[in-house]
């Protein structure tokens, strides 16, 4: 159940709000954990309100796997996902897991993909633009706020 295009803006504008971006990363993991132990990973909590799929990188310093939920874009039979962090100041770690190790996988509804993760370009980052905010509105102002270019890969299935 993804929430209906409709709702969209206002919960949207929520999220880029001061408050979500300080509460969000400290409340958001522990809800996405119970939800993954509740429906054996079928369903994340943001998947409630977003397409979502959990990425399983491979540490850039660490070399471990790292599982994170993230909010996509389908495009087709690819996926598109920006690193936001919450409108921080700093790339989130799994850019970077992505930037040195970009053959990984992802998790749609509890099924295991294998994909191969392709940073964009300024020029098909642009182009690409428009696609992600009709995903989730106002999208965009994420990196004005965070004050830096947010990455966006493409995520090719292998």
Request: contains cysteine.
């Amino acid at each position: 159940m993804v929430l209906p295009r409709f709702l969209r803006p206002p919960v949207a504008w929520l999220s880029r709000t001061a408050f979500f971006r300080r509460v969000g990363p400290r409340v958001m993991p522990p809800l996405e954990r119970v939800m993954a132990r509740v429906t054996k990973g079928r369903v994340q909590f943001s998947g409630l309100g977003v397409p979502t799929l959990v990425l399983h990188s491979i540490g850039a310093k660490s070399g471990l796997e790292r599982d994170t939920v993230l909010m996509y874009c389908p495009d087709g039979r690819e996926m598109l996902v920006v690193g936001s962090n919450f409108a921080r100041d700093e790339h989130p770690a799994w850019t970077a897991n992505l930037l040195a190790h970009p053959d990984v996988a992802v998790s749609l509804h509890g099924r295991r993909i294998e994909v191969r993760a392709i940073a964009l370009d300024d020029v098909e980052r642009e182009l690409t633009w428009p696609k992600l905010e009709r995903n989730w509105p106002g999208y965009r102002r994420y990196e004005v706020t965070a004050g830096r270019t947010l990455r966006v890969f493409r995520l090719t299935p292998r």
